[in-house]
Nanobody
């Protein structure tokens, strides 16, 4: 059984930084796309960033220039470095690998 476990969420002041991690365990091999999504209160879940096995990245316009996604394929781990955080970044952040999803980690940015 495949499990994705996120870590690194928490409370931070506006302008601060956080680094999220997501590690996969179980029988999962050759993961092509790893991604981070988020869901703010009362809003739909949205894609934040994704990275392919070849290192190509895509970002939501709202986080470009502030967030950086990276991966360690040998460890089946994906990271999200979040800088210059804004209150509107407050959300539960979920990682996804292929069809698997983590349970989410809460990021709260205070003004």
């Amino acid at each position: 059984q495949v499990q994705l476990v996120e870590s690194g969420g928490g409370l931070v002041q506006a302008g601060g930084s956080l680094r999220l991690s997501c590690a996969a365990s179980g029988s999962i091999f050759s993961i092509n796309i790893m991604a981070w999504h988020r869901q703010a209160p009362g809003k739909q879940r949205e894609l934040v960033a994704r990275i392919t096995s070849g290192g190509m990245t895509n970002y939501a316009d709202s986080v470009k220039g502030r967030f950086t996604i990276s991966r360690d394929s040998a460890k089946n781990t994906v990271y999200l470095q979040m800088n210059s955080l804004k209150p509107e970044d407050t959300a539960v952040y979920y990682c996804a690998m292929e069809s698997y999803w983590g349970k989410g980690t809460l990021v709260t940015v205070s003004s």
